[in-house]
């Protein structure tokens, strides 16, 4: 499940990572406003059933990537803030 508002000044996008911990759970971003989530389990056979995954969102403006950032809660949500790129990125 993966949700994405427009704001003021940048873009929110909330996901559902359940299960995962924080450094199984990766986060790229390009300026052309392309989002790369990926999640990896560290024990595949987890008891759980998590599996890897990989979802790409296409934002429909540049963003910033070196101000986007992430948190991964303690309960398995994900939110990230990618505020909008200037023209000349």
């Known amino acids: 499940f993966v949700t994405a508002f427009m704001q003021k000044e940048c873009f929110e996008i909330y996901a559902l990572v359940p299960g995962l ?7 790229q971003s390009d300026p052309a406003g392309r989002l790369v989530i990926t999640g990896d389990p560290d024990q595949p056979d987890n008891p759980w059933g998590i599996t890897a995954f990989k979802k ?4 429909p403006l540049r963003i910033d ?3 986007t950032s992430a948190v991964v809660t303690l309960h398995g949500q994900l939110f990230v803030r990618a505020p909008f790129g200037h023209p000349d990125m």
């Open 65 to 67: 990537p070196h101000q």
């Open 56 to 59: 790409v969102i296409n934002l």
């Open 21 to 27: 911990l924080r450094e199984e759970v990766h986060v």
